[in-house]
């Protein structure tokens, strides 16, 4: 742990070169945030480094899911930051600025958050849109992509009233949100002055719901309404003069891709014949390669679709996202690109007529991508981040040896190979700016091509090897140029009101190929040559002279004391939330349940507490407690519960519940494999009844209690793809054996098998056939005994109306978009979304050897000729609503009962909070 004056920045040992980078960086960004909110944080922050996004993705720090998008986030309740370095200095300075100013917010809105969690203050946040728009307007993170998609949204009316903008659900994608909200808090600065926004922060921490309205009536005298109308008029006075001088790329160029309408299609290559084009795309969830016509954009291939999962999870790009990521063999034979494969990096090659990988090579670097050939596609150039510092490297292919070429502290990426020479260009992050760079390999000297004045991305070499394509920004939008290395002379080929991306000539030089952004989203275009603009830009000439590439030389470090303190886990241990939950099984019982979680700095020791309350008659709440140890790849802990199962007896007409106490302990170990699968260990001791639970060898008093020891075993694998809230493409299971031990005290002795199978296919973007089959069973001298019936199981039935030592269930959903959103006006606006419509069919029932037997076999159905009717199966179909409320959702179901012969009158509904699979 370093200290500074304001912060402890928590590294592992490889990290200790960017200690004093982010310390630098944090201090000054302190200093700023403080100077603007006339405020002093009223505890130290902690800073959390991670030395590449790779490792920043393991942290247990939050135990949700990050991708690749996430840069880093700030954390409430103890005011964490966490923070993975990408390999730009310029990015990882805006990251750590934008998240300290969640902190300074979280530090003015909420005092202490765990006291605010009694009076439910903690619940309740301003809009994000202000929140984020804040964080990105003070850190400064002003380019030409956020201007980019501003304009588009602008263009399209796609800029959402401020009103509407609690939260980002509306919006194509967050960042557009992020952006909208940076300019509103621009705006309100221009018009208001900077001193406001403190004192809208300190106006909403007087406000226990945070209404941002009523605090912009009093700071600013404007309501939110009064307030979006000015500033949506700000926005187009912005960008709508700008039609009359750009141009749109579907009026300029022929969109390839219009009609893959889910993703965004970027990356876009020539084959070396100039018939195909391959680019990237996640037009069905997952990043693949795809070849399509050039001339009328047909797809053809995907060659990667086979490979996903088996061979790479993620296509690799660079942090900007505006790197080549996919190379093209000089004989039209091979596309490689860099793959993640579980915690690695892999070269792969993939022969396009073959369909196989010629190769796969283990790169042993943090990330690594925008790989590129030689002439004769024997060496592949790609850029690589390792111990902090991003470098270019060479792997021959033959004998995938790796060489390094560069090794500077600066931010090296896009590399592309000369046609003939044996050199090679690329872009390197100086002074603030992304720059063009030459190296001759053969002389081993390197020349800066461009100035600080523009960003220069994505150079590709023209095939006269004279001239460099490459895209800049010196006009605020990324626009086409080419570079003419012997006299300098800049000459722009577009003039697009979004932007233009990864542009590469087609081999006759006759057609213009990029991917644009228009409405939302990215598309490949191809420009003809009559298109294509010849306008010579005058720029300062770059006086540079060739200099001596240094290698394998110790960079000089700052001259800054890192402090090697050890890590305390006791001291560091706190609090990190508590939040509620509820739910409303199918055995009609409502329960409340609160979660505490604490844990030590680096939630490698985790300490849950869920205390759960539930209608039924008794005043005592069952809790569950537990300890998780994370630090290593296999989870071990502990845990200890005292809760009651429900169980409803009787007929329609009188019926009755019963609540059976259950007590233990036990331990656990979780052991991942890999991204999709892992072993589940278990073992506990727990005392609990009998009755209604168990079908014994020995007869048994209706109130006795016995003591179950029983381990555990399972085999879970996930591989589903999700999208709001939901799984919609994929595979999920849980297969376990769990057996009792009588000779370490258990009173019974069984063998359960449980197999859970759920898999889920998508039909379009938003609808999808969801699936799940489950088998049961209970084996030995005493057995468990499993029940159906209930919302969140066979629907048409009431809860538990199926009981037996064995059991099986098949049940089919139809999930389709029913209502997107529902306004109410009365008695104050409000809305509530994400309402699913569903079609369903359960097919189920359960079975022991009480109830059948040889004289009384267990029939499924009878079958006359073709005919089938379900005779001991059970079954039912019906329709249905599904609410999302976050990870949970709200179900109403209405079901008949039918033997597939008829479909018998009457309805059974069903409610439940929680209970889709």
Known sequence: VHRTEHFDIHYYPSEAKLVPVMAAIAEEAYEKHSEDFEHELENRTPLILYKSHRDFQETNVILQELHEGIGGFAELFKHRIVIPFTGSLEA??????????????????????????????????????????????????????????????????????????????????????????????GYLVQTYGREKIAEILWGLRQSRTKNIDHVFKNVLSVSLKEFDKGYRQMVRKRYWPLIEDKELPSIVARKLTEQSRFSHNIKPVWSPSGDLIAYITANDGFLEIVLMSAKTGEKLNRITKRFFRNKYEEIRTDSSGSDQSLAWSPDGDHIAFIGKHRDANYLVEVNILTHKLTHYVKLDFDTANSPNYDSIGKRVVFSALKEGQTDLYIIELENETIKRLTQDPYNDTHPSWHPTKNAIIYASEREHKNRLVLIDIDQQTEQILTDSTLNAISPVWMSNGESVLFCADLHGVYDAYTLNINDRQMTRLTNLITGCFNPTFSPDGKRLLFSAYDNGKYDICVMESDNILEEKVETTPVETQPVAILLDTDIAEPNYRIAKRKYSTRSSFRLDAIFPEF????????????????????????????????????????????????????????????????????????????????????????????????????????????????????????????????????????????????????????????????????????????????????????????????????????????????????????????????????????????????????????????????????????????????????????????????????????????????????DFAAARHTDLRSVKPGYKYHFGLGQAF
């Open 583 to 890: 739910s409303y099984g199918a055995d009609g019982l409502l329960r409340s349940q609160i979660q505490l979680s604490a844990s030590d700095m680096l939630g490698n020791h985790r300490v849950g507490l869920s205390v759960i309350n539930q209608t039924g008659g008794y005043l005592i709440p069952d809790f569950i407690a537990q300890y998780g140890f994370l630090t290593h790849r296999a989870d071990v802990g502990a845990v200890i519960f005292n809760y009651h199962q429900y169980h409803l007896l009787g007929s329609i007409r009188n019926q009755r519940g019963i609540l059976q106490r259950v007590t233990g302990a036990g331990g656990y170990l979780s052991y991942p494999f890999d991204r999709y699968h892992r072993l589940d260990l278990q073992y506990s001791m727990y005392t609990t009844p009998f009755s209604y639970n168990f079908q014994t060898r020995d007869p048994f008093d209706y109130f006795d209690r016995g003591l179950l020891s029983i381990g555990s075993m399972a085999f879970v694998g996930d591989n589903t793809m999700w999208r709001e809230w939901a799984p919609y493409s994929g595979t999920r299971y849980r297969f376990e054996i769990e057996r009792s031990f009588p000779t370490l005290g258990s009173q019974l002795a069984l063998t359960n098998v449980v197999f859970d199978y759920r898999n889920y296919f998508g039909l379009g973007r938003r609808t999808t056939i969801a699936t799940r089959f489950l088998l049961g069973g209970s084996f030995g001298i005493d057995k468990s005994l499993f029940y159906l019936g209930g919302i969140d199981t066979l629907r048409g039935y009431n809860y538990e109306d199926l009981v037996g030592s064995r059991l099986g269930l098949f049940s089919v959903e139809f999930r389709i978009p029913f209502i997107d959103v529902l306004y109410f006006g009365w008695p104050i606006r409000w809305s509530i979304g994400g309402i699913g419509g569903i079609l369903f069919a359960d097919f189920g029932g359960t079975w022991s050897d009480l109830q059948y037997g040889p004289d009384n076999p267990y029939n499924m159905f009878d079958r006359e000729g073709f005919r089938i009717r379900l005779d001991d199966l059970k079954g039912s179909v019906g329709v249905g609503l599904r609410l999302r409320l976050g990870v949970l959702s709200l």
């Open 92 to 185: 990882f300075r805006e990251v750590i600025y934008h998240e300290l100013i969640h902190i300074f917010q979280y530090d003015i809105l909420y005092q202490k958050p765990h006291a605010s969690i009694y009076s439910g203050e903690f619940l309740y946040s301003p809009p994000i849109w202000f929140m984020e728009g804040m964080a990105d307007y003070f850190a400064e993170d002003n380019d030409a992509i956020g201007e980019m998609v501003l304009r588009d949204a602008s263009f399209n009316n796609n800029i959402v009233p401020l009103t509407q903008l609690q939260n980002f659900n509306r919006l194509s994608s967050p960042y557009l949100g992020y952006k909208m909200g940076q300019l509103a808090v």
